[in-house]
């Protein structure tokens, strides 16, 4: 004959007594678990948020080339330039072909290489802003002078700021045209009289102009030629380093939006875990 188990009442105490842990029963240590899943939550919360400052930080590097000229007192720039990235500047002294590995503005190392032309020649001038105080310049005859950028992502998207001060008054000005994906052209009439980084995109005197979201080609390339510009009171162009800036994909900030949903979404189950624990 089968045998009926009295059915409980609510608040009748279980006939097991479920609080004394038991080896043959491990689930039985009920206490444990609530701190359990709130550290695993919160090692899950951590890593996601670290993920997600790591992907923007990545993605918005920042490589800065200065002309030093060798032997002038000025020394290599360690400032911030208009893109930020204060700190460490790769100097090149703007003669000669050249072939540098380009460490990042945090001073660590990258594929990024950076090769000159070999027709250039390089001075500079009295200036309480080291990076516009050397500068390189083409030879006219073998004109324009060239910055080669390899090993950038493929079809990368970057954001340029080309400098240029000249010593003598206003009359003078460089065209810089980038080669990517595609082709693009500026021209910064050269104001020499300025110590301060005064954006020329426009067209008006400045001491720099700024290429927003150019395109590298697949093989992950981009030249950056220099030469007089028209009207140029000399044929020679000037430029005194430049900053690029890698531009995050849509993709990332798709993913960093994700992420932080998914921090609040995890913090939300924490505090609720916390909450049933505690009555």
């Known amino acids: 004959m089968r045998q009926t188990l009295p059915r409980l009442r609510y608040g009748e105490p279980h006939l097991m007594n479920i609080t004394s842990p038991s080896p043959s029963h491990p689930r039985s240590r009920t206490s444990d678990l609530p701190l359990t899943r709130k550290a695993s939550w919160m090692a899950k919360s951590i890593g996601l948020l670290a993920m997600i400052v790591a992907l923007p930080l990545q993605a918005q590097v920042i490589?800065?080339?200065d002309i030093d000229?060798?032997?002038n007192p000025f020394g290599t720039y360690t400032g911030p330039g208009v893109l930020g990235g204060g700190g460490i500047w790769?100097?090149?002294?703007?003669?000669?072909?050249?072939?540098?590995s380009l460490l990042d503005s945090n001073g660590g190392a990258s594929t990024v290489t950076l090769v000159t032309s070999g027709n250039t020649f390089a001075d500079g001038r009295a200036s309480t802003n080291t990076l516009l105080a050397d500068y390189a310049y083409p030879d006219p005859l073998y004109a324009p002078g060239v910055f080669s950028l390899s090993g950038l992502a493929s079809s990368g998207v970057y954001n340029l700021v080309l400098y240029g001060a000249y010593p003598q008054s206003l009359g003078f000005s460089t065209e810089f045209t980038v080669i990517g994906a595609s082709t693009t052209s500026l021209v910064l009439v050269l104001d020499g009289q300025n110590e301060t980084f005064v954006n020329g995109t426009s067209g008006s005197p400045g001491t720099y102009v700024q290429f927003n979201n150019i395109v590298a080609t697949v093989g992950g390339t981009l030249?950056?030629?220099y030469a007089g510009g028209p009207g140029s009171t000399d044929a020679i162009g000037i430029t005194n380093g430049f900053q690029l800036q890698a531009v995050p994909e849509p993709s990332t900030w798709g993913f960093m939006i994700l992420g932080f949903g998914g921090l609040l979404l995890l913090t939300r189950r924490t505090r609720t875990a916390s909450h049933v624990s505690a009555k």
């Open 223 to 225: 030249t950056i030629n």
């Open 69 to 71: 000229v060798s032997g």
């Open 63 to 65: 490589y800065n080339v």
């Open 90 to 100: 790769n100097g090149v002294t703007g003669t000669g072909v050249q072939n540098i």
